[in-house]
């Protein structure tokens, strides 16, 4: 009312009640307005709700949760073993700097089986033992160590959630001493050629041989009798686990798995897993990549798991292979592949399938 005292004093004849009661009617409107807009709104967000809800129901149901695992992830493995020197990358790893000490060797050391047997079921306890080869004269820098093992412990946490996908106890663990050589030039390489699903590809010959001979000299560098002595060492005092090793070598070519049926040291697990990727081997200008895909890959390889690249997924049967599978490496990020039932009956998981 005060803003209608001025023109009430301007124009004495003016009506005030009817000033009064257009005011009323002017406040009336607002009011009505804002109730209008408030009931808009308020439509609006009950329309969202109701399709948010159909969206809920129309979804897939969450897939069933697998059976409880036992066997706790096993993460980074303590691995007694001095003199070591930690990582300047990551501490929480160390390289061991040898000699070692026939003084401190295990007493009583697991027998070494000398006789072939098929690759082990992918279950119970795995630990992942690195030795990093250099080559032409370059030795692995602990930031390009630290990243390989980074990504070996993404590979061992993925194989674990893969095998509870299935219902599977399996623990994989990362051995926190790791091994470094300094290694060898790029030898000169035999090419050869063998089947790769429905065709025939270019291979190196040799390269499990060559496996083995790092190995060798790798163990007389470091202080122990030969190959045999060094697995047998690290073996006891990896106490109910399977060691798998791995030889991350610097230099570029095509990783592959050296199985136990393949492989002279019996109980050895070897995985030959080069810088970078390539048809033959090479030296590499730039620095390694690490490739937790490719690792797994190969790794799975000990365990009896098969190539599935290379042949058309119409050759498999329906629903066991898929474009995602682990054994095909049709993508580059682990996130993106899987195990499919196929590869998984090869690893000796033989619960249920996942929906």
């Known amino acids: 009312m005060a803003a209608l005292e001025p023109l009430v004093r301007a124009s004495p004849d003016l009506d005030f009640a009817r000033l009064w009661a257009a005011s009323g009617v002017a406040g009336l409107e607002v009011w009505l307005a804002i109730v209008g807009l408030g009931l808009v709104v308020l439509t609006v967000e009950v329309a969202r709700m109701i399709v948010r809800g159909n969206r809920r129901s129309k979804a897939p149901s969450a897939p069933r949760r697998a059976a409880r695992i036992d066997n706790p992830p096993a ?7 001095e003199p070591k020197e930690p990582n300047l990358r990551d501490p929480r790893r160390a390289r061991f700097v040898g000699p070692f000490s026939r003084d401190e060797a295990t007493a009583d050391r697991p ?8 690759s082990p079921p992918l279950r119970g306890r795995v630990v992942l033992v690195s ?11 602990d930031s390009e160590i630290a990243r ?13 959630k893969q095998a509870g996908r299935y219902g599977v106890e399996v623990g994989v663990g990362v ?10 030039a790029t030898p000169d390489v035999a090419i050869g050629f063998e089947r790769e699903g429905v065709d025939f590809g270019p291979y190196e010959q040799g390269s499990a041989v060559r496996a083995l001979t790092l190995m060798s000299r790798a163990a007389a560098e470091l202080g122990f009798h030969d190959a045999v002595d060094f697995v047998q060492e690290i073996r006891a005092r990896l106490p109910d686990s399977t060691p798998v090793w791995l030889l991350h070598v610097r230099q570029a070519g095509r990783s592959m798995a050296v199985p136990l049926d393949l492989t002279e040291l019996e109980g050895a697990s070897l995985a030959l897993c080069f810088a970078r990727e390539a048809s033959f081997t090479e030296p590499i200008s730039r620095p390694p990549v690490p490739d937790a895909a490719t690792l797994a890959h190969e790794i799975l390889h000990l ?6 690249y290379g042949t058309p997924l119409e050759s498999f049967a329906p629903g066991a292979v898929t474009h995602r599978d682990i054994m095909r490496l049709d993508y580059d990020r682990l996130e993106q592949l899987r195990v499919d039932p196929l590869t998984a009956r090869e690893l000796g998981w033989e619960g249920d399938p996942p929906p």
């Open 131 to 141: 030795m990093f080869v250099g080559a032409d004269g370059r030795w692995w820098t």
């Open 148 to 160: 390989q093992l980074d990504a070996l412990e993404r590979a061992a946490r993925w194989m674990e």
């Open 75 to 81: 993460g980074i493995i303590p691995l007694s073993l």
């Open 175 to 184: 051995a926190d001493v790791y091994f470094s050589v300094e290694g060898e």
């Open 303 to 308: 365990f009896g798991a098969s190539d599935k």
């Open 111 to 118: 027998a070494m089986p000398w006789t072939k047997t098929a």
